[in-house]
C-alpha cells in the first residue's frame, strides 16, 4: 500500500511513420564515423519524444566528444509517448514517462546496452497520477520521483536492485490554484520533481500554483512528507516549469513558463527553505509575440545559465556573477521551432538543442569565456524530440 497525501494550498488568487535510421550508405557510414572521436570514445545521446504520429519511442544517437558531431539517429526502444528520462546513478538503467495500455500515466525502466545504446524494458508502473511529465532518479538510485502535469500530483516509486520498478510508496495530490492565467492554472500541474543536492529534501514545482512544493525525504522507505517551509514562492501567474542548481548547491534557478522570467532563489539546506532575490526576463525587451518558456541549465562551471523560449524559438544566455545573479548575454536561434528541452554536453563544451515541432536537434559550441552559442554544423532530425540525456561510453 503506498502512502497517500493530499496537499492542500490556499493563494488566495485567486514528434512519416519511420525515423531516420543508421545506414549503409556511405553519407550515413561517414556520419557515424565522425561521431566516434579520436581515441576512439564516443557519447551515446538517448533523446525522449512526445506523443506523435511520426515518433516510435525513445531514440540514440552517437556523438562525436570531440567535434560535436552526431551519427544518423536510431530507435532504442519502442514506447508511448516517452517524454522525460533519466539514468539510474549506476547508468546500467534508464527510466521514461509512459503511458500505459489503459491510457493511465505511467513510467517504465530499461536495462542499458552501453555497447549498443539499445535498450530492452524491464517494467511498467503506474505513475501516481495522470500526464507524467518529468522523471528523475534519486542519488541513492532508491526511488523513481515522477511529476505528473495532467492531475498535478507526484509520486516516489522503489527501484529494486535489478533495475525494477515496484508499485508507488508515496503519492501526494496537490490541490489549490493560482487563477492567474485562464486554462494554464484553473488546478495544479506538477512540471518537474527532483531532490535537493543533499539528497534531504525533494522539489517539486507546481505551474497551476505558482509554487515549488518541498518535501522531507527518506529514500530507505521511499516517503515523501510536507516541509516546514512548504514552498518556495513565485510571483502571480508565473508559472514555474523547471529548475536547475548552482554547482555550488546553495542558488536554485526557477525558470518561469507563463511569465518568460527566471527566478533565483537562495537555499538553505538544513531547513529545505527557498528564497527569491532575483527575477529576470528570458526574451528580448522589443518582443512581443507569443512565447513560453521550458528548460533551464546551469553550465558546470557556474559561470553562464541557459533558458530556452518556445515562440522567440531561442536560447536566453545568461552570465552568472559570484554572488548568482543574471546579467543578459543575448538569444542564439535554435534553427527550428519550439525547443522544449536542451542539455550540455558532459565536457561543457556542446549545447544540444531539441526542437519539438520542427523534429531536428541542433548542435552549439559553448564558447567557454564568454558563454556564447555558435552553430557546431551538426544537426540530426528525430520526430518531436523533448529530452537529451547524455552517458559517456568507451567504443
Known amino acids: 500500500m503506498h502512502q497517500q497525501i493530499r496537499r492542500s494550498v490556499g493563494l488566495g488568487i485567486g514528434v512519416f511513420l519511420t525515423c531516420i535510421m543508421a545506414s549503409t550508405s556511405p553519407a550515413h557510414a561517414q556520419q557515424a564515423n565522425a561521431a566516434i572521436g579520436d581515441d576512439g570514445a564516443g557519447v551515446i545521446v538517448f533523446i525522449g519524444t512526445s506523443s506523435s504520429p511520426n515518433s516510435r519511442g525513445i531514440y540514440m544517437t552517437r556523438m562525436n566528444p570531440d567535434s560535436g558531431a552526431l551519427a544518423p539517429p536510431e530507435l532504442a526502444a519502442e514506447a508511448k509517448n516517452p517524454n522525460f528520462l533519466a539514468f539510474h546513478p549506476s547508468y546500467r538503467y534508464l527510466y521514461a ?20 545504446g539499445k535498450l530492452t524494458q524491464l517494467n511498467q508502473q503506474p505513475s501516481g497520477g495522470r500526464g507524467p511529465c518529468y522523471v528523475a532518479v534519486d542519488q541513492t538510485g532508491k ?25 508507488p510508496s508515496t503519492v501526494i495530490q496537490h490541490e489549490g490554484s493560482s487563477g492567474v492565467v485562464p486554462k494554464r492554472q484553473e488546478g495544479p500541474h506538477a512540471h518537474w520533481i527532483n531532490t535537493d543536492p543533499a539528497n534531504r529534501f525533494v522539489l517539486a514545482t507546481d505551474l497551476g500554483l505558482d509554487r515549488v512544493m518541498i518535501y522531507r525525504f527518506e529514500p530507505e522507505k521511499g516517503t515523501l512528507t510536507p516541509n516546514d517551509p512548504a514552498a518556495g514562492v513565485l510571483s502571480p501567474g508565473a508559472g514555474p516549469r523547471h529548475i536547475a542548481w548552482h554547482p555550488n ?8 513558463e507563463l511569465a518568460d522570467t527566471i527566478t533565483a532563489f537562495h537555499y538553505d539546506a538544513a531547513r529545505g527553505a527557498m528564497s527569491a532575490f532575483q527575477t529576470i526576463p528570458t526574451l528580448p525587451p522589443d518582443f512581443k509575440d507569443e512565447n513560453t518558456t521550458a528548460e533551464v541549465v546551469v553550465h558546470p562551471s557556474g559561470k553562464f545559465l541557459y533558458g530556452s523560449n518556445r ?50 536537434v541542433v548542435v552549439f559550441q559553448i564558447n567557454q569565456e564568454t558563454g556564447d552559442l555558435k552553430p557546431a554544423g551538426s544537426t540530426i532530425e528525430v520526430p518531436a524530440p523533448v529530452c537529451i540525456r547524455f552517458l559517456q561510453t568507451q567504443q
Not at 316 to 344: E, M, Y
Open 311 to 360: 515562440g522567440h524559438d531561442s536560447i536566453a544566455v545568461f552570465a552568472v556573477d559570484a554572488d548568482g545573479k543574471l546579467t543578459p548575454r543575448g538569444h542564439t536561434s535554435t534553427q527550428g521551432q519550439t525547443p522544449r528541452n536542451f542539455a550540455i554536453d558532459p565536457s561543457g563544451r556542446f549545447l544540444l538543442a531539441a526542437n519539438q515541432k520542427t523534429g531536428n
Open 249 to 256: 548547491r546553495k542558488i536554485a534557478y526557477v525558470i518561469n
Open 143 to 167: 526511488n523513481l520521483l515522477v511529476a505528473n502535469y495532467g492531475s498535478g500530483s507526484i509520486a516516489s516509486i522503489p527501484i529494486d536492485d535489478d533495475g525494477e520498478l515496484r508499485e
Open 97 to 116: 514517462c509512459a503511458e500505459l495500455h489503459d491510457k493511465r500515466g505511467g513510467v517504465a525502466g530499461y536495462s542499458i546496452d552501453r555497447s549498443t
